[in-house]
């Protein structure tokens, strides 16, 4: 069983669409992040999540908006795509305070804009 | 902030060798959380190995360890016996006590046979 699964693993699009990558996990943390790789592959926190609330908002353009339906999900929606979101996004998670010291990662998914 | 330095962009190891990638880091925090994680091409965050910076003994995991030096603020990973598959990005993470993990750029590392 996957621990953290997200989809669509691809993703290609046109500039100026909406798109949303969807992350669930069935580890029973409380806490899910979401993280951008660029293509020099630098891994950037972009939201923190726990329990439902945004706890982590990074300098990220409002056009990303995450939404948390239950602590088990966090969703991710893009508006107006530009081509400089063509980036890997990770979703992943991790049990608050210092019992839950790892992180662990979705595998990702590609969205390339053209 | 914390921040997490990876000197070296990239490395290379011969098949069967030892190779030792360095990571610093930066912080006035006293309980906090180092890691190691794995990227191979297909994309995929690995966890290799990590540390509690409350323990003094370097952590272990078979082929895989680790050189913690709290003091200097450095842990780095030395990976022996290199196999083929441990080719991939590796990258050095920070994370404290309550708050989100950090990491650094990464090192691409390559093995040749």
């Known amino acids: 069983d996957t621990a953290v699964s997200q989809t669509p693993k691809y993703l290609v699009t046109q500039m100026g669409n909406d798109k949303s990558i969807k992350c669930e996990q069935n580890l029973g943390h409380d806490t899910m992040y979401w993280y951008k790789q660029d293509s020099k592959k630098f891994l950037k926190i972009m939201f923190s999540?726990?329990?439902?609330?945004?706890?982590i908002n990074e300098t990220v353009p409002n056009r990303f908006s995450p939404k948390s339906p239950d602590k088990a999900h966090l969703n991710l929606h893009i508006n107006s795509l530009e081509l400089g979101d063509s980036a890997v996004y990770f979703c992943?998670?991790?049990?608050?305070?210092?019992?839950?010291?790892?992180?662990?990662f979705g595998e990702g998914s590609w969205l390339t804009v053209v | 902030a914390q921040t997490v330095t990876q000197s070296q962009p990239e490395m290379s190891v011969q098949e069967a060798e030892t190779v030792t990638l360095s990571c610093t880091y930066d912080t006035s925090e006293s309980d906090y959380y180092l890691f190691w994680y794995k990227q191979p091409p297909s994309r995929q965050m690995i966890l290799v190995i990590r540390?509690?910076?409350?323990?003094?003994q370097n952590a272990t995991e078979n082929r895989f360890s680790v050189n913690f030096q709290k003091a200097a603020k450095s842990f780095s990973l030395k990976i022996s016996d290199s196999q083929l598959g441990d080719a991939a990005m590796y990258f050095c993470a920070y994370r404290s006590a309550w708050n989100d993990m950090r990491f650094g750029a990464g090192t691409r590392l390559t093995v040749k046979p």
């Open positions: 540390q509690e910076a409350y323990k003094q």
């Open positions: 992943a998670s991790s049990q608050a305070g210092r019992s839950g010291n790892t992180i662990y």
């Open positions: 999540y726990n329990n439902k609330e945004l706890i």
